[in-house]
């Protein structure tokens, strides 16, 4: 079994990201009067901000446990998925450049009770990504071209886990 | 994609900053200000200027301030939704762009519309049929389209607009109609003259995306993972659209981010040689005028709505392609 968090500095700069982007946004509706209109725009992205700000809290409390029999996520929203009840794996990837270089990926997993996601700064991500790949390898599941791609930039076999996109006659 | 997007937006508050500010330098940067700029023309018309009443004018329209406050008290206008007070027009720049900004937008998504409906049938047509005659002689309208100057294209659908249809010559509706509120009969008046702006400007555009999907999906079709579809037997219309297409569609929405200004800023000298009510012609005499709150707004709106384009065409291309690039990497 292994423990995994996210580490504090990637936590500290979404914490900084929130900080900066509420200041940007929630400033000007306290100082400036502003029209109905800003105040949709800038009180939306202002709430979006502060939805973030809290989601990262919350990854602060989160420790992830990766085992063979599957991955327990604990902190104020518990949660557990055995690898035998496996129903979904997608990997998206982002990233902010146009050149779409220094991104991040983005793993969700789908289980019986909801979908349990996590980026890729959380310590042993990798190792965690090839154990969800062996578990979905053996439940037969069906991925995606992306995830299937983005499976082989992380150095897993996309053999034996067939694509969704795979084409049929 | 929460992270994605807050991301994107924080990269977007400190570009909307440095471009509200350069914004204003280089509407700043020529030398003196609108009432310098009046007081020569009346100057050189030969009529006396009072320099107690330029005086008045200057503190009345806070051109006397500092730069930094003027840049202050421009912005949180924009906040409040006032953009400034056009000199030239002596009308808030809100009513001067009034109607107009509709109209344009409107010459303008239709334009995109057009160019949308017109080029992807033909695009895909000449890069399935490549080095057909069909292909050949798309190939040389397309080219013909590219080359063709628009205030030429103009000039010639004026003259064979009227002559075919009786159109009125110029204008997005007859005259009757302009300062009128909207009727059916003026909004038919609009649609008469609509499709002739819509033809001149996207011409162009139509021709260079057909060059685009055309080269975009012949390297698709190439590539194996085609040729593996058409061994396993899918049917080659399902394996076009599912496959290549969808690929070779990607540069067209990073694309996105070039029409929201467009949908402002389009098509300025056609506007000026077809008489459109549009906002480019007002654009152009603002920034020679120097009529600077209704230069900086429009310029100010221009950049914004690049910005916002830019955001949304990478959240589609996020949603559609989340695939890594090998040359990637990704930041822990």
């Known amino acids: 079994m292994k423990l995994a968090r996210y580490p504090i500095n990637a936590l500290l700069a979404d914490y900084g990201r929130a900080a900066l982007g509420l200041a940007a946004t929630g400033g000007p509706l306290l100082f400036v009067p502003p029209n109905p209109a800003m105040v949709i725009i800038l009180g939306g992205m202002a709430g979006l901000f502060l939805i973030f700000g809290l989601r990262t809290g919350l990854r602060q409390l989160t420790t992830v446990e990766v085992s063979e029999r599957g991955v327990r996520v604990t ?30 990926m983005q793993l969700k997993l789908d289980g019986p009770d909801g979908t349990i996601g996590f980026d890729s700064h959380l310590d042993g991500f990798d190792e965690l990504v090839k154990r969800a790949a062996a578990a979905a390898r053996t439940a037969g599941l ?28 | 994609m929460l992270i994605y997007l807050i991301r994107r937006l924080i990269i977007m508050i400190p570009t909307l900053i440095a471009i509200s500010v350069i914004t204003f330098t280089i509407i700043q940067l020529p030398p003196g200000d609108y009432l310098t700029t009046y007081v020569a023309e009346l100057q050189s018309q030969g009529e006396a200027v009072d320099p107690k009443k330029i005086e008045f004018l200057r503190q009345q329209y806070g051109l006397d301030r500092p730069k930094y406050e003027q840049y202050l008290l421009w912005v949180g206008g924009i906040l409040q939704g006032d953009f400034g007070y056009s000199f030239e027009h002596s009308l808030p720049v809100t009513e001067i762009i009034g109607d107009r900004l509709w109209l344009t937008v409107l010459v303008t998504f239709c334009t995109i519309v057009f160019t949308w409906i017109v080029a992807f049938p033909i695009g895909i047509y000449s890069a399935t049929h490549q080095y057909s005659w069909a292909d050949y002689s798309l190939t040389l309208v397309g080219f013909l389209g590219l080359a063709t100057p628009h205030f030429l294209l103009a000039l010639v659908m004026l003259y064979f607009a009227n002559v075919t249809f009786g159109t009125s010559i110029g204008g997005l509706m007859d005259e009757q109609f302009i300062g009128q509120s909207w009727s059916w009969a003026k909004i038919k008046s609009v649609l008469e003259h609509l499709w002739i702006p819509v033809i001149v400007i996207g011409t162009s555009g139509t021709a260079g995306m057909i060059r685009r999907l055309r080269a975009n999906l012949l390297d698709e079709l190439q590539k194996q993972y085609v040729t593996t579809g058409r061994a396993k037997g899918l049917p080659p219309f399902r394996l076009l659209i599912k496959y290549p297409l969808r690929m070779s569609l990607n540069p067209f929405i990073s694309d996105i981010g070039d029409y929201l200004p467009d949908l402002v ?23 020679r005028s120097q009529d600077m709150y209704l230069a900086g707004s429009f310029l100010m709106f221009l950049a914004v709505l690049t910005v916002i384009g830019v955001f949304l065409s990478d ?9 890594i690039r090998l040359h990637g990497g990704l930041s822990r």
């Open chain 1, 142 to 169: 069906t991925l995606n071209e992306a995830t299937l791609d983005n499976l082989g930039a992380l150095g897993i076999e996309r053999a034996g886990l067939g694509s969704a996109d795979e084409a049929r006659p």
């Open chain 1, 75 to 104: 902190g104020l929203r518990s949660t557990a998925l055995d690898w035998t009840v496996l129903k979904g794996l997608r990997i998206r990837y982002y990233s902010t450049r146009r050149d779409r270089t220094q991104g991040w």
């Open chain 2, 315 to 323: 959240l589609a291309l996020a949603a559609f392609d989340p695939r």
């Open chain 2, 265 to 287: 800023s389009s098509a300025t000298i056609v506007s000026v040689v077809m008489s459109l009510p549009t906002t480019g012609p007002i654009l152009l005499d603002a920034l």
